[in-house]
């Protein structure tokens, strides 16, 4: 079958940072989180975007918000962002067809989304200048685009480098999130609020474990085509 991924040391290291970006986001927010004390951070009630809040304690959203490390996790949110883009650049080759455009696409605009999230806060402040759009569109953009991406990634895993099972876990990670957003925006604009945070990470973590799988299965099947010896055909293409 053909791939639609490129090979070398620049699709290893696009493996390596698609791998990296979820990481990155996940320990600014265990950090964030655990410096969040008055009071204690709860991640089934809190909103996870006011864990980027900045400046001084306030109510956002009907919650109180007090987050220390704010920057940190505004900090993360943007490195994913950025990872996310310039390895499914590295990694995706469009020349391949109509598949790796569209997961290179899907990628662009989830970096874009929650990097968005990391630039534009979900302060008080920005309700009234009307930056708060730019935090919602990303918030939106990330949840929808990430989980097509990961069901998109597994529709196409033979052609990857994805394994069946983990082709099976992409596509059941994304559809997971793709369930879950309504009923987190259905829980938002009700206004019952019920765990937020748990609901919110519904549709967020399928996204992060989606991409963690994808990039570790890329960088595994990268190194093993890089030590695999040449066929006889490949030798006399060199040659």
Known sequence: MNPIVRSGAAARAGALL?????????????????AWQDPPYSPFHNWVSHLGLTGPPQTAFGQVANSPLGAVMDTGWVIYGVL??????????????????????????????????GIFQGSNANVDNGLIAFHTLGAQGVMLAGNIMAIAVGA????IGLGRSRSIAS??????GLIAF???????FTGWMWNIGMLERAVIYPIMI???LLGSSLAVAQRRHATRPPTPLEVHIAN
Do not use: N, Q
């Open 18 to 34: 698609i791998l990296l970006g979820p990481l990155v986001s996940w320990l600014a927010e265990f950090i964030t989180a655990a």
């Open 84 to 117: 996310l883009i310039v390895g499914a650049f590295l990694v995706f080759d469009p020349r391949k067809g109509t598949r790796p455009i569209l997961i290179v696409s899907l990628a662009v605009l989830a970096g874009v989304g929650v990097s968005l999230v």
């Open 156 to 159: 196409g895993g033979a052609r």
């Open 171 to 176: 596509i059941t990670l994304g559809t997971v």
């Open 182 to 188: 309504p009923l987190f925006m259905a829980d938002v």
């Open 210 to 212: 989606g991409h963690a």
